[in-house]
């Protein structure tokens, strides 16, 4: 009688046991979704906050590049021009060194079928002081 009184208490400490256990990990697993829950509602909400600046960028973007900002830009990196346009080209001086009066006479080249390749290694400043000083 003392064995079946004592069994039946060990299953019931050991029904508790786990009763207990299994409680405790699912407190433990509904805390962590809330914890992630909430990390993702954080970043949905940075998400949204980085689209609309984005959104709010692009059209300040598109506002401040007019179609003559855009028809320049593509001019000079692809190297288009109008029909019927002229296009003037600096080049840099062959010798730097020792004559200087036929500067303007190899930088400046008028090209009617492209601008062709632009090299920027004498500045405009240095040319347009050539033409009214030199």
């Known amino acids: 009688m003392f064995f079946r009184f004592f069994k039946s208490?060990?299953?019931l400490l050991i029904g508790i046991t786990i009763l207990s256990?299994?409680?405790f990990n699912?407190?433990?697993i509904s805390i962590k979704q809330k914890a992630i829950q909430s990390e993702i509602n954080?970043?949905?909400i940075k998400r949204d906050q980085i689209q609309l600046e984005n959104h709010a960028l692009s059209e300040r973007l598109n506002k401040a590049v007019s179609d003559s900002d855009k028809e320049l830009l593509a001019k000079r990196t692809l190297n288009y021009k109008r029909p019927g346009e002229t296009v003037f080209i600096f080049y840099p001086a062959p010798d730097q060194s020792g004559e200087n009066d036929d500067v303007l006479d190899n930088a400046l080249v008028l090209k009617e079928?492209?601008?062709?390749?632009q090299e920027s290694s004498i500045n405009n400043a240095l040319l347009?002081?050539?033409y009214f000083f030199e």
């Open 128 to 130: 347009w002081w050539h």
């Open 26 to 28: 699912l407190i433990k």
């Open 42 to 44: 954080q970043s949905l």
């Open 9 to 11: 208490k060990l299953f």
């Open 21 to 23: 256990f299994t409680i």
């Open 113 to 117: 079928n492209g601008l062709g390749q």
